[in-house]
């Protein structure tokens, strides 16, 4: 084997200590919200828990638990997550593969008014105004259909067609008689396994994490997705840290600031769990799907 130099062994040490000091600080966060969903709002509050769990409670959970706003606000995202990941498959998908055919006549020029809407739009009034033009405000249409299509995973996804779809594979389809229906469907879509996991990984978490449409479209709190539910915890944690009020009043504004605290790192830890549960299982095609939809092309 070769020997290692002097220079390698340096590089190799000063990249162990900067890969630890990049995973210290991706797991402070998380440890800390793990440790302060468990510990007494007062220790979190004054600063005295801040790696191990302190006057260690599970209030917070079982406040959630019984918390009927919280599951319709659960229960609301994973169907705009569900749903919505799946409009946006369908629709980003074949539009990526016509794309990315050679034969699609002006599909140049069709790009060209994808990527202007990248860079320009009419802005939130217009938007809000089209949106309640279509009858859709406060209902969950408002959040599905306006961002059904995204002009990035259109490209990135284009991308992967045109690098890896082999251009004789289709010839030979057509030769054999096959539609462009049939070589889309039996030929195209199992070939992109890697490509659809990363756009329903991107779009599944865009949605799950999604809360601004929901504030600007939704009054209806039946709809409420489960972000709206957390900024409302926070909002009452805030406009009680900054009341000025006495006695009765005082105490009540007091206990609600404190069941709020502690509710809000459990509902953090229950609401990001299925994104962090499902990661590990879409890996390898996240990585290999982004690999050759962004080097090659």
């Known amino acids: 084997m070769k020997r290692e130099s002097t220079g390698d062994k340096l590089f190799i040490t000063i990249n162990a200590i900067v890969m630890f000091l ?10 800390y919200i793990i440790s302060a969903s468990i510990s007494d709002p007062m220790y979190v509050n004054n600063g005295d828990m801040w790696l191990i ?15 009927m706003d919280i599951w319709t606000g659960y229960r609301n995202t994973i169907f705009y997550t569900v749903v919505g990941t799946l409009i946006n498959l369908v629709l980003t ?11 699609l006549e002006g599909r140049n020029y069709i790009m060209v008014l994808f990527i202007f809407t990248m860079f320009f739009s009419g802005g939130l009034i217009p938007h809000y105004l089209l949106i309640k033009n279509l009858g859709m405000i406060d209902t969950p249409w408002a959040l599905l259909l306006p961002g059904a299509v995204s ?26 008689g096959c539609s462009n229906g049939k070589l889309f469907v039996r030929i195209i879509l199992p070939l992109s396994a890697p490509i659809i996991a990363v756009m329903g990984l991107f779009y599944g978490v865009g949605h799950w994490n ?41 105490k009540a504004q007091a206990e609600q600031a404190r069941i709020a605290e502690i509710v809000k790192y459990a509902v953090i830890i229950v609401s990001t769990l299925p994104v962090i549960a499902a990661y590990p299982f879409m890996q390898r095609f996240f990585v290999k799907g982004v690999m050759i939809g ?3 092309g």
């Not at 990049?22 to 440890?31: A, F, K």
């Open 93 to 103: 998908i074949p539009c990526a593969y016509a794309l990315s055919r050679k034969d």
């Open 53 to 67: 769990p302190k006057g260690i409670t599970f209030e917070g959970y079982e406040r959630v638990f019984r918390n």
């Open 294 to 296: 962004s080097v090659k």
């Open 22 to 31: 990049v995973m210290v600080i991706v797991l402070y966060p998380l440890i």
């Open 151 to 176: 002009v990035w995973n259109i490209i990135i996804t284009r991308t992967f067609f045109q690098s890896t779809i082999p251009r004789e594979l289709e010839e030979a389809a057509e030769i054999d």
């Open 210 to 250: 999604s809360y601004f449409g929901a504030l600007i479209f939704l009054s209806d709190r039946d709809w409420f997705p489960l972000q709206l539910i957390l900024r409302e915890i926070l909002i009452i944690n805030q406009m009680s840290d900054s009341a000025m009020l006495g006695g009765a009043e005082a």
